[in-house]
């Protein structure tokens, strides 16, 4: 009975490890044609707080993706129990 009872809780702190949420919701859009180019930029933390020199920003996803004219902005929002999390930020356009 105990080995049962340690076995499911093994199982449920994997499970709940293994568990993430991913959020994409939409930052900006422009008049712009929609185009055929996609830039993105990525920035994983630690604990919620800790970015090493990370850059997410509109900019660098744009450079990416060899973006003149940006035509929407979008935001992906990964966490893994908030202790990883990762912000990718995805541009579209010309």
């Known amino acids: 009975m105990i080995k049962t009872i340690k076995m499911f ?12 949420c991913a959020l994409t919701l939409p930052v900006n859009a422009t008049s712009n044609p929609i185009g055929n180019k996609v830039g993105t930029a990525v920035a994983t ?8 020199d ?3 920003s509109i900019r660098t996803a744009a450079k ?3 973006i003149t004219k940006i035509s929407t902005v979008d935001i992906k929002q990964t966490s893994l129990l908030n202790i990883v999390v990762t912000y990718e930020t995805i541009v579209t356009g010309e």
């Open 9 to 20: 809780a093994i199982l449920l702190s994997v499970v709940a490890m293994m568990s993430s």
């Open 45 to 52: 933390g630690y604990l919620g707080i800790l970015f090493f």
């Open 54 to 56: 990370e850059d997410a």
């Open 64 to 66: 990416n993706g060899g």
